[in-house]
Antibody
Framework: QVQLMESGGGLVKPGGSLRLSCAAS????????MSWLRQAPGKGLEWVSL?????????NYADSVKGRFTISRDNAKNSFYLQMNSLRVEDTALYYC??????????????WGQGTLVTVSS | QSVLTQPPSVSGAPGQRVTISCAGS?????????VHWYQQLPGTAPKLLIY???NRPSGVPDRFSGSKSGTSASLAISGLQPEDEADYYC????????????FGTGTKVTVL
């Protein structure tokens, strides 16, 4: 069964850091483009970052997180991560990880994890 | 922040047909990139509903259908059911320079 499970969310002060993890089961994560997405309370969906398949040498970030967030992958653990630094109040959201079955341009997200909540507040 | 525009809400009685529009531009939908649709039931993660404009994943009822024309796309729900009450989002490709994947603003479907 293809599944994704996020972890690592929590409460952090503005300017702080947090590392999110996403563990995959039922498929080999390195075969696919993988992404982090987020949904602020009561708001819509926003794509945050992607890491490409294979060596994972291609990464991309939304302008809102560029320079503060870093995506990475551990093939041995079939997991990928989002290191979030210099967190801002506006980064408060439910963070989802998701797989792109089409691997890139024109792709979509399936499946999604259940989400992990990140709250940035003093 | 959303690049694709959807109506905030649509409603219909059980059994009726409703449609949700998704307006893009020549940079995304109009550049011949595919449109995908997601259903988000209250308190749950989004679920893929339609991919590549018109295709339903296994298990999605055939009362859900998608279409695309020019710079916009639409999701139709025929024979509306109470369990269809949810938020719906469209999604397409943005550009490699920023916003690789772009989403619609979201539409709340209410079953009267």
């Amino acid at each position: 069964q293809v599944q994704l499970m996020e972890s690592g969310g929590g409460l952090v002060k503005p300017g702080g850091s947090l590392r999110l993890s996403c563990a995959a089961s039922g498929f080999t994560l390195s075969d696919y483009y993988m992404s982090w997405l987020r949904q602020a309370p009561g708001k819509g969906l926003e794509w945050v970052s992607l890491i490409s398949s294979g060596p994972g040498t291609y990464t991309n970030y939304a302008d809102s997180v560029k320079g503060r967030f870093t995506i990475s992958r551990d093939n041995a653990k079939n997991s990928f991560y989002l290191q979030m630094n210099s967190l801002r109040v506006e980064d408060t959201a439910l963070y989802y990880c998701a797989r792109d079955p089409a691997n890139g341009v024109g792709g979509w997200f399936d499946p999604w994890g259940q989400g992990t909540l990140v709250t940035v507040s003093s | 922040q959303s690049v694709l525009t959807q109506p905030p809400s649509v409603s219909g009685a059980p059994g009726q047909r409703v449609t949700i529009s998704c307006a893009g531009s020549s940079s995304n939908i109009g550049a011949n990139y595919d449109v995908h649709w997601y259903q988000q039931l209250p308190g749950t993660a989004p679920k893929l509903l339609i991919y590549s404009n018109t295709n339903r994943p296994s298990g999605v009822p055939d009362r859900f259908s998608g279409s695309k024309s020019g710079t916009s796309a639409s999701l139709a729900i025929s024979g509306l059911q109470p369990e269809d009450e949810a938020d719906y989002y469209c999604q397409s490709y943005g550009s490699s320079l920023g916003g690789f994947y772009v989403f619609g603003t979201g539409t709340k479907v209410t079953v009267l």
